[in-house]
């Protein structure tokens, strides 16, 4: 059974999920990881308009639908 934070490093790394610093400060893998999928700009990182979910939670509604 992989562990979680092999599951995680590997989402982050295939442009599937984001790092979120806040709750993973120390995360060199999910850092580096993130760097890397940005950089190849695949799946989340080929929208160049792509925002953080806790960026997009802060918007407004007129906001998010104006981002559609």
């Known amino acids: 059974r992989p562990h979680a934070s ?3 490093v ?3 790394v ?3 999920a984001w790092h979120y610093v ?3 400060p120390d995360e060199k893998e ?3 990881g ?3 999928a940005r950089e190849k700009r695949i799946r989340l990182w080929s929208d160049r308009r792509s925002i953080a979910p806790w960026d997009l939670r802060k ?3 007129d906001e998010r639908d104006k981002l559609r």
Do not use: P
């Open 22 to 24: 806040q709750y993973a």
């Open 14 to 16: 295939n442009g599937l």
């Open 59 to 61: 918007l407004s509604k």
């Open 34 to 36: 993130e760097k890397c």
């Open 30 to 32: 999910l850092a580096g």
């Open 10 to 12: 590997s989402m982050v």
């Open 6 to 8: 092999t599951v995680n």
